[in-house]
């Protein structure tokens, strides 16, 4: 019977038929080792030449890297084998023999994989990123399908420039600009009006001509946003978020984690509760550590990680200067130059995953900071709506998911962690 | 306690807390009825003047539409209320008062509703709708994870002009032309051969000088590839799809579909296995009816709806001839100026949610077709790529959701299927 790779352990002893593609083979002339792949797994074949036929010993034989076959033969439980399971091959068809695959087992420079990514997806450790990266998407949805939030697509195309054109990517909207979304946070709140909670998830967009390894012009971003919820009722539920997604992967990608050779400890540290410091006390922290910055200043990614890298889990930096942060942000009652934001830095180098706050809700107020910072009244107006009719406090935060699985895969750059990635000067394929 | 609406029957007998939104009010001077709603539901709340202290009552009668409040009180169950409760009111608190809501029980004019979206969104038949969109999309995401397909973003800024500029909005990208992507499956067909089975599910854009119901500039596409599936497959897998999602929204959506008033006979009857029809048979039919169209005409919405509606159910049209389909479709073996296509049509006048087809996995034929259809070859050589290295059969579909969501909410335009959507002309807020 035709099968998978994934299902093999369910048909130890039986006669199964695989297709696939050829990873590599080792051949003693008698012997046989192919190693195969069919996108659900990878699995070895043992081919000898005295039980096969000859159309299948010369298909053997013929076969390339890359080359895909239809192959046939016994499971045989193996437990030296990563699968657990070897097969003892009756018959082997060529379906279709590659030539020289590009990317062979041998080091290749990152500008060559990138302009081959369509093929480099096949790779073993691209293959584990990118299922990390298909669990934790699905995960983020169970999260909040479970939480009875609902799910409101924001728009990409948006009328107004909200904050500046520096890094937008802008389009001909039928004889109007309109410019790609950066995040759909705005769009949310007057859904939160309508569902209580709600969710985004999608692509965003950020013209931005940098070139690190933590930059990309697309990525996607998950933004929830609560009615009714405070500041502290934030913090928990970010905290509660980033435990849930780390224990899925800890759980259901073992393999990919192995493949990636991910040290786990910082994984299995990142249990609640996270630490919490606030700005101030980051500040002092990082002064006593030598770290030149005065109270006032934004974290770059030095100061992220060295305040991450004590704590061994991710830290929640709380009750920033308003001045660094974006107008939105509700003061905070205490101490009104700072405000009710939070962000979640993970260890290990990887700064910010998580960025959030609680929203001003009262229109005055709010009305007052889109003054301050000169931005544009007429783009506001219906955002502003939404502290006139029935306002609410309410908070909610975004995450990039680039990042995120940058960190639980230890990945040092972003460009692995999405199918394709586009960079400064690199959009192709 | 402080809860939500909906879990209100989980109370009954107990004193809760609860913030929200008047919808609206009744008052005899001594009695009052507030129909209240929290984002997760909908609740009637009972105010005695005798029973509240003053402040209470003050915050009672100053409620007004979109007012948002805090309401404490004794949960009864009611069985003539759709939530099976009512609250019996003790306190009340004023948490904002909201002037004259823009959008009243009274009949609006679609243009100032749309540019009212954002308030719009609160409204009954709004939230029912866009809740029926949040379960299609997580029933979208829950088919391919429990079948072991790995998500593929698929980028949404792309290099090319594949198929001509006329409908793409385009952006500068860093000195050179970027185009908003159509569709994922190009990029899904390499991600194949790395994962097996693979899907993506993001917005999608077209920009389309139509301004009918059935369009929109913006839309979310679903779209699965996968590796060895044939077309007998393929449209296995759109008929196990269609009836998955909706048993999924019969299952859980039921409130909603009252709110819409939609008639459920259709849906019910949508159970495994759809009728299925060549475009040759297809066109017999539509002649037998009268229907002025000859072999190799496309059908417009005027033919999907006579074809789709006399099954009272989906239908599936395969076969269609090459010449009104896309370059990449293989082939019918049996008569090669046919390819192995197939749309799903639904009943009711929505016409085609599905389009798909089997792939052609052959270099030199895919090669042929791309210069017969006068494309330009450069912006193909990574997608010809796939043929080259390990070719194999492959399959995939798209379903735009917006339709999809349209016909089983029973809604006449789609522009109530997406929280904002983008139209002609149409981009606000």
């Known amino acids: 019977m035709k099968t998978t790779v994934a299902q093999l352990n369910q048909h130890i002893g039986e006669t199964i038929e695989l297709e696939g593609w050829l990873i590599k083979k080792r051949s003693s002339g008698k012997i046989a080792f192919l190693q195969v792949r069919d996108g ?7 081919a ?20 895909t076959l239809r192959l046939g033969g016994a499971v045989r439980a193996d437990d030296r084998a990563p699968s657990g399971v070897e097969i003892h091959l009756a018959t082997c068809e060529l379906l279709d023999q590659s030539p020289e695959f590009p990317i062979s087992p041998k080091e290749h420079g990152v500008s060559f994989l990138a302009e081959n990514r369509h093929l480099w997806l096949r790779s073993r450790r691209q293959r584990a990123a990118l299922r990390v990266r298909s669990e934790v998407c699905q995960a983020i949805r169970d999260f909040f399908y479970e939480r009875d939030f609902v799910l409101i697509d924001s728009p990409i195309l948006t009328p107004a420039a909200c904050e500046g054109t520096s890094t937008l990517f802008e389009t001909d909207y039928f004889g109007n600009p309109a410019y790609l979304s950066q995040s759909g946070q705005l769009y949310l709140e007057p859904a939160a009006a309508a569902f209580g909670k709600v969710y985004c998830f999608g692509p965003t967009f950020r013209a931005e ?12 971003m998950v933004e929830p946003e609560v009615a009714f919820l405070e500041f502290g009722g934030l913090c928990e539920l970010a905290e509660e978020f980033v435990v849930s997604l780390i224990g899925r992967v800890l759980d259901r990608c073992g393999a990919e984690l192995d493949v990636l050779e991910r040290d786990r400890t910082v994984l299995e540290a990142s249990v609640a509760p996270f630490p919490r410091l606030t700005y101030s006390q980051a500040i002092e922290q990082l002064q006593a550590a030598g770290v030149e910055i005065e109270w006032g200043a934004d974290f770059g990614a030095e100061e992220e990680t060295l305040l991450a890298s004590q704590h061994g889990k991710p830290v929640l930096v709380t009750h920033f200067p308003a001045a660094i942060k974006a107008f939105y942000m509700e ?9 009710l934001g939070v962000d979640v830095l993970a260890p290990e180098g990887y ?9 001003i809700h009262d229109h005055d107020l709010l009305l007052r900071r889109i003054r301050e910072h000169e931005l544009p009244l007429e783009a506001f107006e219906w955002y502003l709506d939404i502290r006139k009719y029935g306002t609410f406090p309410h908070s909610g935060f975004g995450m990039g998911i680039e990042r995120f699985v940058a960190w639980v895969t230890g990945l040092p750059h972003l460009r692995e962690t999405i199918p394709y990635p586009r960079m400064l000067n690199k959009i192709y394929p």
């Open 48 to 67: 000898s030449r005295a039980e096969l036929d000859d159309a299948s010993w010369a298909a053997v034989e013929s076969l390339t890297q890359e080359s």
């Open 209 to 220: 001509k940098s070139k690190t390894r933590r930059h990309l012009m697309e990525f996607w």
């Open 331 to 339: 003061p905070d009652p205490d101490d009104p130059k700072q405000v």
């Open 351 to 359: 700064g910010e995953i998580i960025g959030g706050s609680q929203r």
């Open 40 to 46: 659900s797994g990878e699995v070895q074949a043992v």
